[in-house]
């Protein structure tokens, strides 16, 4: 179908292309394309937001699947059916407690970019939207083609650094991969050479994974080793880097850390362990062995004697100190 009709027909809030089966009257797609952009729009009135993406998309190479909803009802089960990679939210479609609504709506989307339309009288809100998650606003009386290009390519291009973010993420415990965490430690150790700055590197092996595999089968294994990742992200602040290297062997990266405490993250990291050991007594206790490191920056300091951990390869330079502080498996 040509991209040139939006939205001909409502039934229920939801915008249908009459005479298309049940599942495919849910979208209108604009030039043929294997992979086009989901785009939902909730807009309430005259359809202006996508009216702008049709005609902006109506020709070249790009591609639009495009959604179109006018009540609030309908939204979430929409959002859940067509998988949007971008969501324009009319603020007219909340008349009462609007931010309330987008930020309980965010929780939703947390990884799609929201931008929010609205009037020029509602500016003011607009701009309060962008401390409850939305991405961008556009305010309807100044809308048009150059300025929704403008805020979908910064939608595209968050969702391209996204997609980059996943690929460093371990699939299973959602904390980093080795690939993650080396691009992210070789980032923190410049950080720390211009700051002349301190790091603490911890490295913690699940000694029982296969023990556990075998006893209590392989969910139960799986499980523990969330489970261990859970451990390391509770113990430790928001700003460290948390990474699965292996099937069993995980690591932090702590930043701006005096040398006194590789020993208190390893002390923080037995009580955390204990805790958890109690609520897993039916499927096991994690045994964890654990050494830290402590590395400053200053002149000459090689970083790859702090890496040493976690990789077998670097040789050990006199660099650093470390601090092996289980020798014996954590119980």
């Known amino acids: 179908m ?3 009709v939006v939205c001909p027909r409502k039934e229920d809030g939801i915008s249908r292309v009459a ?38 998309y109506s020709t070249g190479t790009d591609a639009l699947e495009l959604t179109c909803v006018s009540s609030e009802v309908v939204l979430v089960p929409t959002l859940r059916l067509v998988a949007p990679e971008v969501i324009f939210l009319d603020l007219a479609l909340f008349a009462a407690e609007p931010l309330v609504a987008l930020r309980d709506l965010r929780r939703l989307t947390v990884n799609i970019p929201l931008i929010l339309v609205a009037h020029a009288a509602d500016k003011e809100i607009a701009e ?25 390519r910064g939608a595209l291009e968050r969702n391209t650094v ?13 904390v980093y991969n080795r690939e993650g965490f080396l691009a992210l430690a070789q980032r923190a150790v410049h950080a720390a050479q211009k700051s002349r700055g301190q790091l603490v590197l911890l490295n913690a092996q699940l000694e029982n994974l296969s023990a556990l595999r075998e006893e209590f089968g392989p969910s139960a294994a799986d499980q523990s080793v969330k489970d261990v990742a859970e451990l390391l992200r509770g113990a430790f602040r ?22 006194p405490s590789a020993a208190v993250m390893v002390q923080r990291v037995e009580k955390h362990l204990a805790a958890m ?12 062995r654990l050494n830290a490191k402590f590395w400053r920056a200053r002149e000459g300091a090689d970083a790859a004697e702090l890496f040493s951990l976690v990789d077998p390869g670097p040789l ?13 498996a954590t119980r």
């Open 162 to 174: 996204a997609g980059l973010t996943e690929l460093l993420r371990d699939p299973q415990t959602d």
């Open 128 to 152: 309060q939207s962008l401390k409850e998650g939305a991405m961008n606003y556009v305010l309807k009386e100044h809308a048009d083609e150059n300025t929704l290009k403008r805020v979908v």
């Open 238 to 259: 928001r700003t460290d880097v948390v990474a699965r290297l292996g099937e069993s062997e995980f690591a932090v990266l702590a930043m701006d850390a005096a040398e």
């Open 2 to 4: 040509a991209s040139g």
């Open 19 to 56: 005479g298309m089966s049940s599942e495919s009257s849910w979208r209108i797609f604009g030039s043929a394309r294997a992979k086009k952009l989901r785009v939902l729009v909730a807009e309430s009135g005259s359809g202006i937001i996508a009216r702008l993406l049709e005609s902006l």
């Open 277 to 288: 050991n109690q609520a897993r007594a039916p499927w096991g206790s994690l045994i964890l």
């Open 316 to 328: 050990r330079q006199s660099t650093g100190k470390e601090f092996t502080l289980r020798e014996e």
